[in-house]
């Protein structure tokens, strides 16, 4: 089964600095789609950014970017030059690319934004 | 965007009432519609797949005369908490997948969520 992994419960960072969350996973398929979700205290959770594994390149969205290792199952999200509205429940989820619509996701990371 | 609204946001209610919650896709259709339970601190954890037309597909463990869902129409899904005890509390939310999205792999959009509490 696949599991998905975060280990900071809780991150902060200086407004305008650079924060990375972590995020690791284990699967033995070969193809699958990970993301990155953004859950603010207003509750809707938005996507941040989507990341194909059979792509090698990393994704990037403008101040958010993933550092997607697939060997080490591992991807990662920075977020450069942080803003207050950053501040949220950020939630790593993965989901195969077939048969199924199921996501399964991480614990999340709280991230701080300092002023 | 695409807009999911979840009603209500909030409820208490006393122990043995059936809660309703309601999940709508607002600009698209969905023919398909997912239910997560969220504990606090924790991940969000699917319940059920709610498909319009048919029968919600549960997953292990969840109880579906507990947790009843209907996906009536395109753009709308319910699910009735049944019977409710205070370990019913919890953070609900839903999401939906539009039809015209072009597959498995486009992202869904998530509700508002409800905070349930049973007293």
């Known amino acids: 089964a696949q599991t998905v992994t975060q280990s900071q419960p809780e991150m902060s960072v200086q407004e305008a600095e650079t924060v990375t969350l972590s995020c690791t996973y284990d699967t033995s398929e070969s193809d699958y789609y990970l993301f990155w979700y953004k859950q603010p205290p207003s509750r809707q959770m938005i996507l941040v950014i989507r990341?194909?594994?059979?792509?090698?390149q990393n994704a990037t969205e403008n101040r958010f970017s993933v550092n997607f290792q697939k060997a080490a199952k591992s991807f990662s999200l920075k977020i450069s030059d942080s803003q207050l509205g950053d501040a949220a429940m950020y939630f790593c989820a993965y989901k195969r690319t077939s048969g199924t619509y199921k996501y399964i996701f991480g614990t999340g990371t709280r991230l701080k934004v300092l002023a | 965007g695409a807009v999911v609204s979840q009603h209500p946001s909030r409820v208490i209610c006393k122990s043995g009432t059936s809660v309703k919650i309601e999940c709508r896709s607002l600009d698209f259709q969905a023919t398909t519609m997912f239910w997560y339970r969220q504990f606090p601190k924790k991940s969000l954890m699917l319940m059920a797949t709610s498909n319009e037309g048919s029968k919600a597909t549960y997953e292990q463990g969840v109880e579906k005369d507990k947790f009843l869902i209907n996906h009536a129409s395109l753009t709308l899904s319910t699910l009735t908490v049944t019977s409710a005890h205070p370990e019913d509390s919890s953070f609900y939310i839903c999401?939906?997948?539009?039809?015209?999205?072009?597959?498995?792999?486009?992202?869904?959009?998530f509700g508002d969520g409800t905070r349930l509490s049973i007293l």
């Open positions: 990341q194909e594994a059979y792509k090698q």
């Open positions: 999401s939906a997948r539009d039809r015209q999205g072009g597959g498995l792999n486009q992202p869904q959009h």
